[in-house]
């Protein structure tokens, strides 16, 4: 018999609105902030929800990004449950600390509102941010909408604190395109929502004087690389307990995630690789391809670290040509996504490997059509008709002028 779940009532919510009422009802104790565009209304609502009375949470203002990580691995080592959100430079001036709280096993969750790094100054979306900070021992969670948003933030706590995991975690989503986008979002009741998460259980607090340890001593090479190996093997051991999370978020609320997500992959010949809103559009021109005769399909994923090789492997061994699409300037070389995922495709057991493309597009939030994606399937569809790339590798798309190859 089909599981029933209790319907729960719909607000209109963007994602920044969706992430601060999760953060509400995690009861989080310290929130250590300083506000950056598109990212500020995450810290300001939380703010808010302190000063009215609806929290007993601590609000803390600093004189900066790094402070305010800095601020957040203090109170995670005093034992508390932490949270803030940033974006772009705010995340640059951050880096260092991030390094810090993975380095310490932190279990603080970071809103990253996914924003273009400067120069030039650029307010919008792209993921230049997120793939800054894609190696700072985070796990990172990628989200689509405003929906999601929500609900990944709920589950990165359960995440985080697991006691087999210990590692902080990002929760991505796009600068404006979710973050100030409405849309109906269906939040669980605060009972539920903290039900969910549960109680934060203390570990190794600095501050337990029956139990004293240091956090974040030197270590030179005698036992450095054994550090970097245990935080590195508990980022990989977490998909299991990332993969049940998601297993208990859907029995508790219908809503279905995986670590990679494919839509009308079943049968797919050329196929679009994209994270964030983009491979909501993506799935669109995929419909309208396969009205036009085409089997076009679409893999996203919503967990970049650990980085699911063999699922994303499984997922485009049999399709004949792929588009990895790059948010992000790879500024001299191939995008740091399409690295990824052909390295994942390139461990499947397959007698011929697809063609694969790198796509860089959408950098400062440049608009990506239909007609672009549309554009993109009937160069891959070429590729799978010819069996030979009819094009250069990396495709720098929606330029103002003629289109740029470099490999």
């Known amino acids: 018999m089909a599981k029933t779940y209790e319907l729960q ?102 809103n990253l509102v996914n924003r273009a790094l400067a120069s030039p100054l650029n307010i919008h979306g792209d993921h230049s941010d997120m793939y800054l900070c894609r190696d700072a021992g985070w796990i990172q969670l990628c989200t689509c909408n405003p929906q999601e948003a929500y609900d990944f933030n709920l589950m990165a706590f359960r995440i985080a604190e697991d006691y087999e995991v210990r590692v902080p975690t990002i929760v991505n ?119 036009r005769g085409i089997k076009a399909g679409v893999v996203t994923l919503h967990v970049l670290r650990p980085f699911p090789y063999i699922q994303i492997g499984e997922a485009l061994k049999n399709t004949k040509a792929i588009a990895i699409m790059d948010k992000s300037s790879p500024a001299g070389a191939m995008g740091a996504m399409f690295n990824e995922v052909a390295a994942a495709i390139c461990h499947t057991n397959v007698a011929k490997l697809p063609l694969l493309s790198n796509y860089i597009y959408g950098l400062g939030e440049r608009d990506l059509t239909q007609k672009d994606i549309i554009k993109i399937y009937e160069e891959l569809t070429q590729d799978a008709k010819n069996g030979k790339l009819t094009h250069n590798i990396q495709q720098w798309i929606c330029l103002r002028g003629a289109k740029m190859g470099f490999y």
């Not at 506000?35 to 000063?51: A, H, K, N």
Request: net charge negative; hydrophobic share 40%; charged share 20%.
């Open 173 to 291: 989503q796009d600068g404006f395109l979710s973050s100030h986008t409405a849309q109906n979002v269906r939040p669980l009741s605060d009972e539920e929502a903290y039900q969910f998460i549960g109680d934060y259980k203390v570990k190794n607090a600095m501050l337990d004087f029956s139990k004293p340890i240091t956090y974040g001593v030197q270590a030179e090479e005698d036992w450095h690389y054994e550090h970097k190996a245990q935080l590195h093997a508990a980022i990989m051991n977490s998909l299991p307990v990332i993969e049940k999370v998601f297993h208990e978020f859907k029995n508790k609320t219908g809503r279905e995630y995986k670590p990679v997500m494919c839509y009308d992959m079943d049968d797919a010949e050329v196929a679009i690789f994209a994270i964030g809103t983009t491979s909501e559009s993506a799935r669109v021109a995929a419909k309208t391809m396969r009205s």
């Open 9 to 110: 009532e719909v607000e209109v919510w963007d994602g920044n609105v969706a992430a601060s009422h999760a953060l509400r009802q995690a009861q989080i104790d310290v929130m250590a902030a300083y506000p950056i565009t598109p990212s500020t209304p995450i810290v300001q609502d939380y703010g808010s929800f302190v000063g009215n009375g609806y929290i007993d949470g601590e609000f803390v203002l600093v004189e900066s990004e790094h402070a305010a990580m800095s601020g957040c691995v203090g109170a995670a080592a005093a034992g508390g449950r932490v949270a803030t959100a940033t974006s772009s430079q705010g995340l640059a001036l951050m880096v260092e600390v991030l390094y810090q709280a993975s380095g310490m096993r932190l279990p603080i969750v970071l």
